[in-house]
């Protein structure tokens, strides 16, 4: 691209808000009932994830393929099949949750080789952003005057998909973990990040008011799991 | 350059004047002014063939991917802007499903013969060019381009021949290229000199006049109709404009609104063959199609509308 400096982030955009809106709509209605199931599933994951402080080898391979799952299902249903659409980088942006999906089962074979309690931190955190992904995203747009009808939902939708794997991934990095499943679990973090600013740059160049909302989780996350790990090596 | 072909001329402006869609074109002056009347038309000078001064164009507006309702609503849209005498639509490759969505609209109207169809060529391969433009017309699902542009001048050097080469197959009828926001002016200035480009498509609305100074008038020398983009900044300009009230010389030209005055600047240049306002809805495409009609400010309008704005 020549005179790269004179383009803005608006220029980028290639649809508009509507459209955009309309892509989770028209996805939700197709898919109907899975929203709500994966809701639901989401909900029982984090109910769990919260009574059990201490995260078996086996719980976290299992929840880490899961999500594994869900990236696989977001690639193909969503950034394949409607986003593309609307937006030419729709399956460069499948690729990469497909290969986020394969970084998670290898972190989650990894993984069967260690467990043992998380930092407080990461534990608080790691909740937190779960929880958040998949209790409170969905409801959002009702904030902004949208319908729940265009909810985005976690496993269906990418942002609550890439903000709840953030969630997980500071549940499931643990101090005891072998340096195999250290570097496993870290190769599965840049994506979500990614994702966290791309769409965040997506929804401020559409003047949406949550655009920030994501890469400052994302940050947070960041932070968090830096802190963690410093913790743990200091330990 | 390519010589007019006053026959093709002759054809057109009796196509015209048998669907009643527009008169030739006349810078209307201030209190002179007769009633609003049929679409304004200007010629393209490499033939003479009369176009409306105003098209549709599909940027974002008609990037409405598989959403059935939001394309029968851009179906709409057309069929609004043929009705108010519009035959320009302007789309690219770069424009996501908005060719599929204009094919679509050209199918359900049956209007496949109406439209003088406008898009571009966007890609640095050589080798791909001819696939995407084939791509293209697919997705259109017309007989032919009327106007195939090279996109941003992007490999230009490339495009252009494939594209000139189209044309004398009989397979185009007019080749352009385009830029926008101001990018790469003298770039463009180079190509409109070395080649006989029948359009070249540039921003230019009531703020981005800097093609005032070299373009139009090369244009103009070098008998290129000219395309204006952006005319409303993607509505930029009109969400800044509408704060303030319509000043009462608006009325001298017909407008009733301020995307009115801002057409009316564009298309009065001498240069400017068409603008290309994109929209997604029907009562701005009226709106807009109104502004092709009627009174048309004369160069002291023209200034003192710029002034206006500048001054805001």
Redesign the interface.
């Known amino acids: 691209m020549?005179?790269w400096w004179?383009y803005r982030l608006?220029?980028f955009?290639?649809?508009?808000a509507?459209?955009y809106r309309?892509?989770f709509e028209?996805h939700n209605a197709d898919l109907w009932p899975l929203p709500v199931i994966a809701g639901i599933g989401g909900a029982l994951a984090l109910v769990v994830a919260w009574r059990r402080r201490h995260l078996s080898a086996r719980a976290t391979s299992m929840a880490l393929t899961v999500l594994a799952a869900a990236w696989l299902w977001v690639a193909w249903a969503f950034q394949l099949q409607?986003y593309a659409?609307?937006?030419?980088a729709g399956p460069w942006f499948a690729a990469a949750f497909a290969l986020e999906a394969l970084l998670l089962v290898a972190a989650g074979l990894a993984s069967l080789r260690s467990s043992s309690e998380p930092p407080a931190s990461g534990r608080r955190w790691g909740l937190g952003l779960f929880a958040f992904a998949v209790l409170a995203y969905p409801w959002l747009g009702l904030l902004f005057g949208r319908p729940l009808s265009q909810a985005e939902v976690f496993g269906i939708a990418p942002d609550p998909t890439a903000l709840g794997t953030l969630g997980v991934l500071l549940l499931t990095s643990q101090p005891g973990d072998a340096i195999v499943a250290r570097r496993a679990l870290a190769l599965a973090w840049p994506i979500p990040l990614l994702w966290c600013a791309v769409s965040g740059a997506t929804l401020w160049a559409m003047e949406a008011p949550e655009a920030p909302l994501l890469p400052v989780l994302a940050a947070i996350a960041v932070t968090v799991a830096v802190r963690s790990s410093r913790a743990n090596r200091a330990a | 350059m390519v010589k007019p072909s006053r026959s093709i001329a002759r054809r057109f402006v009796l196509r015209q004047l048998a669907l009643g869609l527009g008169t030739a074109w006349t810078p209307w002056v201030g209190a002179q002014a007769p009633p609003k009347g049929p679409v304004a038309l200007k010629p393209i000078p490499s033939t003479g063939e009369m176009l409306p001064v105003v098209g549709l164009g599909t940027?974002?507006?008609f990037?409405?991917?598989?959403?059935r309702a939001?394309r029968d609503a851009c179906a709409d849209v057309m069929k609004a802007f043929f009705e108010a005498g519009g035959r320009m639509i302007d789309s690219s490759p770069?424009?996501?499903?908005s060719q599929p969505v204009v094919g679509h609209g050209l199918a359900r109207l049956g209007l496949a013969a109406r439209v003088f169809a406008a898009d571009k060529v966007w890609t640095s391969s050589g080798a791909r060019g001819p696939g995407q433009v084939e791509e293209s017309r697919r997705h259109w699902n017309i007989a032919r381009f009327d106007l195939l542009q090279v996109h941003n001048l992007l490999g230009w050097e490339e495009q252009l021949p494939m594209l000139f080469s189209m044309k004398q197959a009989g397979r185009l009828r007019y080749v352009g290229i385009t830029t926008s926001?101001?990018?790469?002016h003298r770039e463009i200035e180079d190509v409109m000199r070395r080649h006989p480009l029948d359009f070249v498509q540039v921003t230019y609305n009531l703020l981005d006049r800097e093609v005032e100074q070299r373009i139009l008038p090369l244009a103009r020398e070098r008998g290129i109709a000219v395309i204006a983009n952006r005319p409303f900044r993607?509505g930029a300009l009109l969400r800044d404009l509408q704060r303030h009230r319509l000043p009462a010389w608006a009325a001298e030209v017909d407008c009733a609104s301020w995307a009115q005055v801002a057409l009316k600047f564009i298309v009065s240049h001498p240069a400017l063959a068409c603008a290309i306002p994109a929209t997604?809805s029907v009562g701005h495409v009226r709106e807009n199609m109104a502004a092709a009609t009627g009174r048309m400010p004369d160069a002291a309008l023209r200034q003192r509308i710029a002034a206006h704005v500048d001054a805001l």
């Open positions: 020549t005179e004179t608006s220029d955009l290639m649809f508009s509507r459209t309309r892509l028209l409607r659409a609307i937006n030419t | 940027w974002i507006t990037n409405v991917g598989n959403d939001a770069m424009y996501g499903s926001e101001g990018r790469r993607e997604s």
